[in-house]
């Protein structure tokens, strides 16, 4: 079974510029939820997509933007992109209904900010 | 103060050492503790799942909870060079609730030959 899958693994862009990452969850899995591991910070929760709706979102600016797609795939967006926004954006994905102990990770897309 | 202290190391043990990872925690609410791994260039994989106080053993990996004291902890018995990663432990209010999923920053442990 292929796990959780991300792309691109590196991206690297300039300071206002605008940066779309990609998550395919394991086959079977509705749920998508999207982090940002920052440095020294651990993950931060950024948000929650499940049956192709947003159903939570942490603590970031609207510029941190996302869907699902019909097949629940995921796309991240970020906006105006900031230097402090460099980190390891890492997707995971859980079955339906949401009501377990695993969620499965991919190996994250590292962004670089200039 | 954050909700989850988790000390970041780096920790460096000979192989065989008996490693000790801890979490404080201020948030009573947590009720679901986890321990992920996280290689490096890879996602966090789930090691342990512990709910209630009191110790679950799987392996060479025991998982430790004290809610009274808000502290868990992760123990390593006869560590390996392949033991060696971050270790992140993480909490949840309840089951299912990733949205309200909490990371400590993670530990680093390198085991040495």
């Known amino acids: 079974e292929a796990g959780v899958t991300q792309s691109p693994t590196h991206l690297i862009k300039t300071r206002g510029q605008q940066a779309t990452l990609r998550c395919s969850p394991i086959?079977?899995?509705?749920?998508v939820y999207w982090y940002q591991q920052a440095l020294g910070l651990g993950l931060q929760f950024l948000l929650w997509y499940d049956e192709g709706e947003e159903r939570n979102r942490g603590n970031f600016p609207p510029r941190f933007s996302g869907r699902q797609f019909p097949n629940y795939s995921s796309e991240l967006n970020v906006n105006a992109l900031e230097l402090e926004d460099s980190a390891l954006y890492l997707c995971a994905s859980v079955p339906q209904g949401g009501g377990t102990d695993t969620q499965y990770f991919g190996p994250g897309t590292r962004l670089t900010v200039l | 103060q954050k909700e989850v202290e988790q000390d970041p190391g780096p920790l460096s043990v000979p192989e065989g050492a008996i490693v000790s990872l801890n979490c404080t925690y201020s948030?009573?609410?947590?009720?679901?503790f986890m321990w992920y791994r996280q290689y490096s260039r890879k996602g966090p994989e789930l090691l342990m799942y512990t709910y209630s106080s009191g110790n679950k053993e799987d392996g060479r990996f025991t998982a430790q909870v004290d809610k009274s004291s808000k502290y868990i902890s992760l123990f390593i018995r006869d560590s390996q060079p392949s033991d060696s990663a971050t270790y992140l432990c993480?909490?949840?209010?309840?089951?299912?609730?990733?949205?309200?999923?909490?990371f400590g920053a993670g530990t680093r442990l390198a085991v040495h030959p």
């Open positions: 993480a909490m949840i209010p309840f089951i299912g609730g990733y949205n309200k999923l909490i």
């Open positions: 086959s079977g899995h509705t749920s």
């Open positions: 948030n009573s609410a947590f009720q679901y």
